[in-house]
């Protein structure tokens, strides 16, 4: 299925079960068809109607240049609106950033599930480059999208050098050199720095921020940092998850905060 955005772009998206909507908003390097939010989706449509978009430049959405952030917000807005007005929104990593944003920019939310949103938080982990977003977009403009992964993935993501080289062969490969243009957009969501925002303490939307018991522990800093300055916001933590978490674990979890 598909709905428009505010600037003519076209965003592509599933709407399966019944019940009370949901929208799920994904990370870096995905798309609607990724197993943690396919899989998220198949589980939660048990009990409620779930939205699984692309968002813009991924997928089968458009993109339209140039980006903002103020167009991802409409995008999402787009597909609350196609859920009926308002809707509990479930975001993932850099997509949990966007979510933040839009809750605090007054979209029709009613609540809010993070997983891990990655923000730079004190001296758990430095901040990035004030022009990370300009490298990304550099290297993409050269024709070097394979090289804007990687530095995304080391720089941004904590993947280790090594690994980040040794995923250059891999069979999935092309398809990350294909969205690397959108790893800019991700920093732009995040933010300067990958730094929190100050404009979220003023979201009134009820929030639970999600980490896992094996996850980095500047990516349990965030989370906790997150849940503090959300007013009335709440911590959980998921046992033996990591950044890649399992969607098995993550929807009941996602579950009993959405009907409470």
Known sequence: MNTTSSDGTTIAFDRLGSGPAVVLVQGAFTDRTHPTWAGLAEILKSKYTVYNYDRRGRGESG?????????EVEDLEAIIKEAGGSAAVVGGSSGAGLALRAAARGLSITKLVLWEPPYHV????????????????????EDRRGDAAVLFMTAAADIPDEMAAEMRGA?????????????????????????MPAELKDITVPTLVLTGGDSAPWMGVAAKAVSETVPGGKLGVLAGQTHEVDHAVLAPAVDEFLAS
């Not at 993109?63 to 167009?71: G, I, N, W």
């Not at 480059?129 to 550099?138: K, M, N, R, V």
């Not at 990350?176 to 800019?184: F, G």
């Open 63 to 71: 993109d339209t240049p140039p980006y903002s952030v103020d167009r």
């Open 122 to 141: 004190g001296d758990a982990r430095p901040p990035l480059p004030d022009d990370f977003e300009q490298q990304l977009s550099g290297l993409v403009a």
């Open 171 to 195: 069979p999935y490969w092309p398809e990350v050199e294909r969205v690397a243009h959108t790893l800019s957009y991700e920093i732009a969501v995040m933010g300067p720095g990958n730094k």
